[in-house]
């Protein structure tokens, strides 16, 4: 700028006013959008389970993956009735719903569920994804994403090996809003915990 | 029934560790008369020096249900007989167990409303008896139907609490269950042979939950079961991370169910680790027979065990019978070791930290039941990560370098003179996973490392 300043020529001079001021427009302009950024980077999740589902520490996880990546986390807890997510998804309209389940019905409550809630026309466009443990077949659950993704969640993350794949959709919230994902064998970050958890979370 | 007494609440600040003893012996006398068949076989083989062992079993179906009873009747262990009540009887969604024994559906328990009175009492006849009463373990927080069933079916015992199968796994408000609880106790209790209850307190979400607490709602859960009419139960334990820290738990538990049980028929029942489990053989056997040794060194009389099966699927008959006589074979082993005689440990306070929080909650309600409701919705009793909206999910809790469970963050529970005071940082997400796997990598390395075979060779 100093540079520009100095110039003797009334044009140049004029121009280099101009660059400025499209400089200082751009820097605030991007500015704005930094702070833009920062704001709503604060991403709203909604954590739940299904309504058969009673394991719990996949969704504590979750929780706390989800705050250490600025997120503002609503943990609705486990064996939560249909009505009840899509009531609460109404009420506070979270950014993404993350289903998280472990106890191999997640292709049977996870369908009706997302059935339902798609039903709804105020959340036909919300971001909706699942994962976990989502049949008891081990290897074969991979076969469940394909049908969840086609009936309306827009990932669906079956368990194997890492937490890449959850923590890529993660990063892509912003950019590819509609995109659907579908990650079949690779797991969702309650699914790095959930094969372990299934006897932690039994009663009796 | 009369208000609990109230006790004066305990100074925070004068904790005196005492040295190492233990009051097992003079508080196992001060147990009442052992009151129907299930506390009569666990008060003989008390006598004769013999511990308890019990599975975790259920199947749907009633030959396969049988089968495992009859297996477990004669396996060689000194055993009493499980049926674990499957899922959607839980919940009383005694329907859906119907659809599903009619589709021959695999269910994961026994549908004991499903089935009916009529056709349990068969599966028990011929089995259950004097010498192999038989308990019914389920997980309901709403368990009025499969109470009524099992008063009609006369079955020996069952298990749960309204705080323990109420905030760990379901939705259904702390007041509701309590309430629930309140009026299922009377069921069993108006029975003229009495059913043996037993408090499922000693295992907060199976893992995480530091000794103290543990211990203060068993014991809590077990007044509240002698307010409602009860006279034969057992408080519980869940094996942790650290077996010196189990074994001050289980003294401080003995002692204080000795304390506030007075006059009742009770005794300890332990749980095999209820955490993330070892998924090697070595491992799975090696945490198992842990516990085993624990549970004769603590005198403690009966022992839910789990098997090397619990990290990768249900559990099969044959599995389960293993584990029971490998059990059996380890704490003859135990007991010819220790002679029966209470093993040592170092007092960190355990004791006084849980008589503390038991006290106090008292003073909260003129029954139990009301006193653990405000105390939970005041925060003054906090389970750690527990998720239940009437839980206030503000305390922490983390494994010190030692191995030791402890409170990291007590949220407003009245602990912070006794934990030092001094908060550690706050759990990150893989720093959990870490710890909900402490046990599960302290075990599994002996195989997955290798060492002992070498040693074999």
Not at chain 1, 36 to 51: N, P
Not at chain 2, 21 to 27: E, I, K, N, R
Not at chain 2, 360 to 386: K, N, W
């Amino acid at each position: 700028m100093g540079v520009i300043a100095t110039k003797p020529c009334w044009t140049v001079d004029r121009m280099g006013f101009r660059l400025l001021t499209f400089v200082v427009q751009v820097f605030q302009g991007y500015g704005a959008e930094v702070t833009d950024i920062s704001v709503s980077y604060r991403k709203r999740f909604l954590v739940t389970s299904v309504s058969s589902d009673a394991h719990m520490w996949n969704l504590v996880f979750l929780q706390l993956l989800l705050e250490e990546r600025d997120g503002d986390v609503t943990n609705l807890g486990i064996c939560v009735p249909d009505e009840v997510i899509i009531d609460e998804c109404l009420r506070s309209r979270p950014d993404v719903v993350v289903v998280s389940t472990v106890n191999g019905h997640g292709h049977i409550d996870g369908l009706r569920l997302i059935r339902k809630l798609r039903a709804v026309p105020e959340l036909a466009d919300m971001k909706v994804v699942i994962g976990g443990k989502l049949g008891v077949k081990g290897a074969e659950n991979a076969k469940y994403s394909a049908e969840l993704v086609a009936n309306g969640f827009d990932a669906a993350f079956e368990s194997s090996t890492g937490l890449a794949a959850f923590e890529s959709f993660l990063g892509s919230i912003r950019s590819k809003p509609r995109t659907a994902v579908l990650a079949a064998s690779v797991p969702t970050a309650a699914d790095l915990v959930s094969h372990e958890l299934v006897a932690a979370g039994s009663p009796a | 029934m009369s208000a609990p007494t109230i006790a004066a609440r305990a100074p925070q600040t004068t904790v005196t560790p005492q040295s190492t003893t233990s009051s097992q012996t003079t508080a196992a006398s001060q147990t009442a008369q052992p009151r129907g068949r299930f506390s009569r076989f666990v008060s003989q083989a008390r006598q004769q020096g013999r511990l308890v062992v019990q599975p975790r079993m259920g199947f749907g179906e009633i030959a396969q249900m049988r089968a495992g009873l009859d297996a477990v009747r004669d396996s060689h262990a000194t055993a009493i007989g499980t049926i674990t009540v499957d899922s959607y009887t839980r919940v009383n969604d005694h329907e859906s167990a119907r659809r599903a024994l009619a589709a021959g559906s695999d269910l994961n328990g026994f549908p004991v409303v499903a089935h009916g009175a009529e056709q349990t009492r068969r599966l028990l006849a011929g089995v259950s008896g004097e010498q192999f009463p038989v308990q019914f373990r389920h997980g309901s927080a709403l368990p009025y139907e499969l109470f009524q069933a099992l008063v009609e079916v006369g079955a020996d015992a069952t298990e749960g609490g309204p705080v323990s199968y109420c905030l760990p796994y379901s939705r259904v408000p702390l007041a509701r269950a309590v309430a629930a609880w309140a009026e299922c106790c009377r069921l069993l209790a108006d029975r003229p042979e009495p059913m043996h209850l037993e408090s499922f307190g000693g295992c907060m979400l199976g893992q995480m939950c530091p000794p103290s607490l543990l211990i203060a709602l068993s014991v809590l859960e077990g007044m509240f079961f002698r307010e409602h009419g009860l006279q034969s139960i057992s408080v519980s334990y869940a094996q942790q991370t650290h077996p010196e820290q189990d074994l001050e738990a289980l003294a401080a538990l003995r002692r204080l169910a000795g304390e506030r049980l007075g006059g009742m028929d009770w005794h300890v029942v332990l749980y095999t680790y209820m955490g993330v489990f070892p998924r090697t053989a070595v491992g799975a056997f090696r945490i198992l027979e842990d516990s085993v040794r624990l549970a004769v060194r603590s005198g403690t009389e009966r022992l839910i065990v789990k098997t090397p099966a619990e990290a990768h699927r249900i559990p099969t008959i044959a599995e389960n019978v293993d584990a029971l006589e490998f059990s059996a074979a380890v704490a003859e082993d135990e007991a010819g070791k220790f002679g029966g005689a209470p093993a040592p440990f170092s007092d960190t306070g355990i004791y006084e930290e849980a008589r503390m929080l038991i006290d106090t909650t008292l003073e909260y309600g003129d029954t139990v039941g009301s006193a653990l409701v405000t105390a939970f919705a005041r925060g003054h009793l906090d389970v750690p990560y527990c998720l239940h909206v009437d839980n206030a999910n503000r305390s922490r809790a983390d494994i010190d370098s030692r191995g030791r469970l402890r409170w990291s963050d007590p949220g407003a529970m009245p602990l912070r003179a006794l934990v030092g005071g001094e908060r550690t940082s706050k759990t990150s997400a893989f720093g959990l996973i870490d710890m909900l796997g402490y046990n599960e990598r302290r075990f599994d390395r002996e195989q997955l490392v290798g060492g002992h075979l070498k040693g074999l060779r």
